[in-house]
């Protein structure tokens, strides 16, 4: 079965910081895969996504995750964290085919101290 | 509003009761998926619907669960005979792309209590 594995569960860094959460996706095939953030009181949003192309993708505010198809990994980095920053972070990956259904990972809740 | 949106934003009810929890995704997404949100457990795929096609319900954890989407649009997730372990954050999200998957927009939840 498809599955998304997200290796930390909490993540306390200070400001500037570098910043790499860690997701391994389980599917051989073809795969779309997301980064999505929830701020505090805030709904999901999505950081990133890949499809395909150039393995390494940028997103939002600084945010930017590398496809290692030969790891099954899309791991998210930032060079230098915010405060701003605090918030769980979700990986996410499907088929890429038509089933549509997206499977999520168990989120790393990152703090970071100003 | 633009956003999807979700109500009631917070229910409280009694073990044994029925709750529903409604949904407007954003005008013209074809494609609509709930979610329940537990602490610690990341987000639980419930149930998928994509335009007229049958539903994808491999996600719902019991048949107390039950989900319709009416006209292509808003959608009402029902759980019978609730128990304490339904407590969660119900998300809704919906989504443009037909076929594979784009960008999900998500609502902002209803959390769920079962006393």
């Known amino acids: 079965a498809q599955s998304v594995s997200q290796h930390n569960h909490h993540v306390i860094l200070s400001e500037a910081a570098s910043l790499e959460l860690g997701c391994n996706y389980s599917?051989?095939?073809?795969?779309?895969l997301f980064w999505y953030v929830q701020y505090p009181g805030q709904h999901l949003q999505l950081l990133l996504k890949?499809?395909?192309?150039?393995?390494l993708v940028k997103g939002i505010k600084g945010f930017e995750a590398e496809f290692i198809k030969s790891k099954f990994s899309f791991n998210l980095r930032k060079p230098s964290v915010q405060w701003s920053d605090t918030a769980e972070y979700f990986c996410?990956?499907?088929?890429?085919?038509?089933?549509?259904?997206?499977?999520f990972g168990r989120g790393t809740q990152l703090t970071v101290w100003p | 509003g633009a956003g999807v949106s979700q109500s009631p934003s917070n229910k409280v009810t009694e073990k044994g009761k029925d709750v529903e929890l409604r949904c407007d995704p954003i005008?013209?997404?074809?494609?609509l998926y709930w979610y329940r949100q537990s602490l610690g457990q990341g987000l639980e795929f419930l149930i998928y619907?994509?335009?007229?096609?049958?539903?994808?319900k491999s996600g719902l954890p019991s048949d107390r669960f039950s989900a319709e989407r009416t006209g292509g649009s808003v959608s009402t997730l029902t759980i019978q005979r609730t128990q304490q372990e339904d407590s969660a954050v119900y998300l809704c999200?919906?989504?443009?792309?037909?076929?594979?998957?784009?960008?999900?927009?998500f609502g902002e939840g209803s959390r769920l209590t079962v006393l």
């Open positions: 999200a919906s989504s443009l792309v037909q076929g594979g998957t784009g960008e999900l927009f």
């Open positions: 599917y051989g095939g073809t795969v779309n």
């Open positions: 890949y499809f395909s192309g150039d393995p």
């Open positions: 996410a990956a499907d088929r890429g085919s038509t089933l549509g259904r997206l499977y």
């Open positions: 619907f994509q335009g007229n096609s049958a539903p994808d």
């Open positions: 005008s013209g997404h074809t494609a």
